[in-house]
């Protein structure tokens, strides 16, 4: 049987270019929200869902957390982390200078990352919104002859034939960015590359808000040494002031230490649902 | 004098919406990123900028956070707490029914807060992505007769004059967006609204990565009994491994307690920078 994996897209994205570089054979669908995507996984209109869980592009942490949590729990079978590598893209008849470029099209968040490049190099270019930077990539290459350009990455250049001006023109030069892989077929999810290292996410919400809570939480973990690599505190849906806690925990879960925790928090009225324990995979290059 | 505000634009958005709801008077100037903003305040362009800090639409609380860590360091003056409401708007000349309506047209973001309010309402529609949901709206009013529908906010529909066809679609009920006000000027910041509480926001970094680091940071406020509303965990741009913590704390910076905490922190070889120690604002409708 072939597996089938949905992925946030529209093509060109780093979604789309981080699935491509991790599966092989797969058939591929592409969603253009990520309910949407996650909502397919769940009802088993396909086999695994690729969506971005850390990404200041194509998704934000907030939507795929929230909806794992209130919506649809699907279990977490893999991570994928890729550097974000932003590039300037103009069409193949572009014979001009960097500083003849009038227009940079992208979407808004790619080009604040690339935003002290432009203060720099394109003084006098207009800045032009695009959905996606898959999107701003194909307009430019309906623009032949003329000194526009888009920001956008490898797959986007590859797949609309435009000239890459200038490479890796982000800011920041260690920007990452983080997918989860969903799937209730563990055995569906192939993926080729090396374990990098394995994490478990844990869920916990508070009984109530008061000081120390998540002083008391994180006792559990650390009088056994626990490694935490990333806490996040968002709101329940339910009102204000009720707080649950993203923590993912730099180990697999095992049958001793993760059922002390849970057992300790629970003893503390916590609730406690584990999201996953997977491997995570680090793509080097894109 | 006249206090300029920036705010992250363009018009028609929940920023701006937020900045109408909260100042008046002062002159008002959109900016296209939330790093072109920033900056504008830093060279004194303007006295005051309006940026989100927690919102899936207009801006992720990365970028802004990312670059008030990394790149500027401007004094938080306040926050300001909205609820998310988006709704169906179309064109005044539509008199057909929902049923009818053959496209939706707003940001991806959007979309997917109405996820399923469309599969259950606008079943045959199908969906269009835009850099905003004001540039939906603009689309959607040049659009007469057609049964096309814009998801957005009030302002969108009065600044387009569009029809609100159905009110209030988002499918959490209790969505809120944050904004920060950032200036070096204080005595600019006049909100007429009440307080409804005091923050402080600190920036820790940890030494180096260990097993109970941050449970020993939280320490220093448990013991006090400091009440934390966030804590969140972001890696350091300078290699994997490395964080810093963004921690809120529930009351003022006095001359006892946090001082206490900072001196605490110092000694295990955390740096703490405060961020910002300022009033909440929260308006409950727009």
């Not at 968040?109 to 432009?118: D, G, K, S, V």
């Not at 023109?169 to 080729?192: C, G, W, Y």
Request: charged fraction near 15%; proline fraction near 5%.
């Amino acid at each position: 049987m072939t597996a089938t994996i949905g992925y946030l897209g529209p093509k060109g994205t780093f979604t789309k270019l981080a699935v491509d570089k991790t599966f092989n054979g797969e058939v591929k669908h592409s969603y253009s929200t990520i309910p949407a995507c996650i909502d397919a996984v769940n009802n088993g209109e396909i086999n695994i869902g690729v969506v971005p869980l850390e990404n200041a592009i194509e998704g934000t942490v907030q939507l795929t957390v929230d909806y794992l949590v209130h919506q649809v729990r699907l279990p977490i079978m893999a991570e994928i982390v890729v550097p974000i590598q932003q590039h300037l893209l103009v069409h193949t008849s572009f014979t001009g200078k960097m500083a003849d470029i009038k227009e940079v099209h992208s979407h808004s968040h790619a080009i604040a990352q690339c935003h002290q490049y432009i203060h720099q190099h394109l003084p006098n270019a207009t800045l032009h919104f695009t959905s996606s930077t898959g999107k701003a990539a194909e307009l430019i290459s309906e623009r032949k002859g003329e000194p526009v350009a888009a920001i956008g990455n490898q797959l986007a250049a590859n797949i609309y034939r435009l000239h890459t001006i200038q490479k890796n023109i982000h800011d920041f030069p260690n920007n990452h960015t983080r997918f989860i892989v969903l799937s209730k077929q563990q055995e569906l999810v192939k993926i080729a590359h090396p374990v990098q290292s394995e994490k478990t996410t844990l869920l916990i919400t508070l009984p109530s808000d008061f000081a120390g809570a998540l002083h008391q939480v994180l006792s559990a973990f650390a009088w056994r040494k626990m490694n935490l690599s990333k806490i996040e505190s968002r709101p329940m849906k339910t009102g204000l002031g009720n707080y649950f806690f993203i923590i993912d925990v730099n180990q697999p879960y095992d049958e001793v230490l993760f059922p002390g925790v849970k057992a300790e928090l629970e003893a503390l009225g916590c609730q406690v649902t584990v999201l996953g324990t997977y491997p995570v995979y680090q793509l080097d290059h894109l």
